[in-house]
Each structure stands twice: as C-alpha cells, then as structure tokens.
C-alpha cells in the first residue's frame, strides 16, 4: 500500500480526506498561524463547489488557496464538472503561468467517487489507500486514518476523519481542535 505525502513548506494546518466504506469526508483543522503565534484558532479551510458535488480544503497561504480555489472552480465549470480533468488543466496552469507559480498553497479535492492532491509542481495524486493529507500535521492524520481504516473498519468515513485529526492536532502545535469537516 502507498502513501502520498508530498513534501513541501507548507505548514499551520492539517487537512485530511479520506473514502471509505462508499464515503467520502474532508476536513481541518482551524488554525491559523503567522510565523511563530497563533493568529486566529477558527479559520475555515474547507470550501464547497460545483453546487456542493465538490468539497475542497487547503493548506498554505489563504490569499494564495483563495486564488486557486477560484480558478479550480473556473475549470470545474469548463470541465462539466469533471474533477480530474478540473485539476489536472489547474496544476497545468500553476506550474506554467509565472503569476501562479508563486503561489504557496496545495489543495485536496474530493467528489463522491474521487480524492485528490493538487499541489503547485504539477501533480494531481489519486492515493491508492483513499486517504489523502496536507499540510504540517499531514503525517499525523494520515498515519491515524490508515490506522483506523484497517483496524476500525466499522466507523464511518467522517469519524475517521474527526478522530484523525484530533490526533494530529494533539501533536501537531501548527494544527488545533476546531475542526470543521464535511461529507458527501
């Protein structure tokens, strides 16, 4: 089984998506830093599209996921709704366009058959274990999912995810408690 974790300097947040059981749930945590303190403790990283059939989270910089967020929707709406191609025509354009190519931010997108990573090199992963985890608590939640999906296989997508990232935010000081998850 392969994990995906993409290395990156994104840190301050933890979002997590996983599938399971015919499920499909993401969520965040709500913390916001600026360097080394705490910002503000009930951000909200996760965002709904394309009428609700498609639910993003975000990690890194907020004016930069907001500018992403837009035009992955933009190509949600070009695509028909169709989010692999939505995210791969968006990774395309932010590895080549010099405007977007600074942007320090990645994404998770899911829909209710797919969960993706979008990130600014260019890559669009689809994790083989349905588990998919950004940000600076990332390996906390992911390990915790993977944990929970083999050994709890009886919980629901959505408390895997809530459970996950309670982990994390107890490891983790760049992720806290107040989580917001959805579910599709």
């Given at each position: 089984?392969?994990?995906?974790?993409?290395?990156?300097?994104?840190?301050?947040?933890?979002?997590?998506?996983?599938?399971?059981?015919?499920?499909?749930?993401?969520?965040?945590?709500?913390?916001?830093?600026?360097?080394?303190y705490?910002?503000?403790?009930?951000?909200?990283?996760?965002?709904?599209?394309?009428?609700?059939?498609?639910?993003?989270?975000?990690?890194?910089?907020?004016?930069?996921?907001?500018?992403?967020?837009?035009?992955?929707?933009?190509?949600?709406?070009?695509?028909?709704?169709?989010?692999?191609r939505?995210?791969?025509?968006?990774?395309?354009?932010?590895?080549?366009?010099?405007?977007?190519?600074?942007?320090?931010?990645?994404?998770?997108?899911?829909?209710?058959?797919?969960?993706?990573?979008?990130?600014?090199?260019?890559?669009?992963?689809?994790?083989?274990?349905?588990?998919?985890?950004?940000?600076?608590?990332?390996?906390?939640?992911?390990?915790?999912?993977?944990?929970?999906?083999?050994?709890?296989?009886?919980?629901?997508?959505?408390?895997?995810?809530?459970?996950?990232?309670?982990?994390a935010?107890d490891?983790?000081?760049?992720?806290?408690?107040?989580?917001?998850?959805?579910?599709?």
């Open positions: 089984m392969r994990t995906f974790v993409i290395p990156m300097k994104i840190k301050s947040t933890t979002v997590l998506a996983v599938k399971h059981n015919g499920q499909v749930s993401i969520g965040a945590d709500g913390q916001a830093t600026m360097n080394n705490v910002a503000k403790g009930n951000v909200k990283k996760i965002r709904k599209l394309h009428d609700g059939k498609v639910v993003t989270g975000f990690a890194g910089s907020t004016a930069d996921a907001f500018t992403l967020l837009d035009r992955f929707e933009e190509k949600l709406n070009a695509y028909g709704g169709n989010l692999k939505a995210a791969i025509e968006l990774a395309k354009d932010w590895r080549m366009d010099r405007y977007l190519r600074r942007l320090e931010a990645m994404m998770i997108a899911v829909n209710k058959e797919e969960v993706l990573i979008i990130s600014g090199t260019g890559d669009v992963l689809e994790p083989e274990n349905e588990v998919a985890a950004i940000g600076s608590g990332a390996m906390y939640a992911q390990a915790a999912a993977l944990a929970l999906k083999k050994h709890a296989p009886q919980l629901s997508a959505e408390e895997i995810v809530r459970e996950s990232l309670n982990i935010a490891i983790c000081i760049y992720t806290n408690h107040n989580l917001v998850i959805e579910k599709l």
